[in-house]
């Protein structure tokens, strides 16, 4: 089975400043990762995907994030936010393989964004 | 094409009611997902479906909660009787193969009183 841990359920920051969104995972075998993001009232939206290849993976919206295999990590960058980059971004794993096809979401991190 | 679409939007319902919230998933899609969200316990996988067919359920809560899948459109989830500690936002999301985008729905909100 897999898990995922987001450490921060609120960031706050102001705009045009840099953001990390923090993101580890546990699984016993290799798997897909991503990120989700959720507007208020709203379903949510694929951010970004690392499925193999190159650990820095980019996303929409200005959005990065660094698959570290040693750290089980996946944490989310964005140089500088904006206003509208208020909302609920959730981390995401999946199993590569087999039966295990269903997402595992973390708890989400609330990103504040303000003046 | 319109997207994941669930209905209904809001359900307001009293305690003991059968509740019932529908999904139709985008077309071509083989997988269909049902979560539930909450302030306490985040998105939830309750069950999915694969080419209609019920894969893994391990998510619903108890008995009171079914779910079908009759045709690759459409899928419902049920709750009878529901209970107040069932209020929360359902959705529905749907996506081509493993490692694709999971597509949401907009949701719909559940109010058990």
């Known amino acids: 089975a897999q898990s995922v841990t987001q450490l921060d359920s609120q960031v706050p920051v102001f705009e045009e400043a840099p953001v990390e969104l923090r993101c580890n995972y546990s699984?016993?075998?290799?798997?897909?990762l991503f990120w989700y993001v959720q507007y208020p009232n709203q379903g949510l939206q694929l951010l970004l995907k690392y499925l193999s290849g190159s650990t820095l993976v980019k996303g929409i919206n200005g959005f990065e994030a660094e698959f570290n295999k040693s750290q089980t990590s996946f944490h989310l960058r964005k140089p500088s936010v904006h206003i509208s980059d208020t909302a609920e971004y959730f981390c995401?794993?999946?199993?590569?393989?087999?039966?295990?096809?269903?997402?595992?979401f973390g708890t989400g991190t609330r990103l504040q964004v303000t003046l | 094409d319109a997207g994941v679409i669930q209905s209904p939007r809001h359900e307001v319902t009293e305690m003991g009611q059968e509740v019932t919230l529908r999904c139709k998933p985008i077309?071509?899609?083989?997988?269909l997902f049902w979560y539930r969200q909450t302030m306490m316990r985040g998105l939830e996988l309750l069950i999915y479906f694969n080419n209609n067919v019920p894969i893994d359920d391990s998510g619903m809560p108890e008995d009171r909660f079914s779910a079908k899948m009759p045709n690759a459109s459409f899928s419902t989830l049920k709750i009878q009787p529901s209970e107040p500690r069932d209020s929360a936002v359902y959705f529905c999301?749907?996506?081509?193969?493993?490692?694709?985008?999971?597509?949401f729905g907009s949701g719909t909100q559940l109010s058990v009183l």
């Open positions: 699984s016993s075998v290799s798997v897909y």
């Open positions: 995401a794993v999946s199993a590569l393989t087999g039966t295990a096809s269903k997402l595992t």
């Open positions: 999301a749907s996506r081509y193969r493993n490692g694709e985008k999971l597509f």
């Open positions: 077309s071509g899609h083989d997988y």
